[in-house]
């Protein structure tokens, strides 16, 4: 279980965590309204609202896993390399 796509993507078995592109957003818009000059102070904490799983079925099936029907409908982006 990885927190990072990256770590899927090179062949380890799944991630979940939050959208990397969306934080970013999410930051811009920090950045912008301070830069029009709120207080940093003044900036409510945000939690991730949008989360991402990965799964490499590579991996799945090098270890010998299978996954359920249900769970790669749900699955944000599945890896299948060759």
Known sequence: MYE???????????SYASDDAESFRRAAVFVDKILKGTKPADLPVEQPMEFELV?????VKQIGLSIPANVLVR???VIRQA
């Open 4 to 14: 990072q796509t990256q770590n899927v993507e090179a062949g380890g078995l799944v």
């Open 55 to 59: 799964i490499n079925l590579k991996t």
């Open 75 to 77: 699955t944000d982006k």
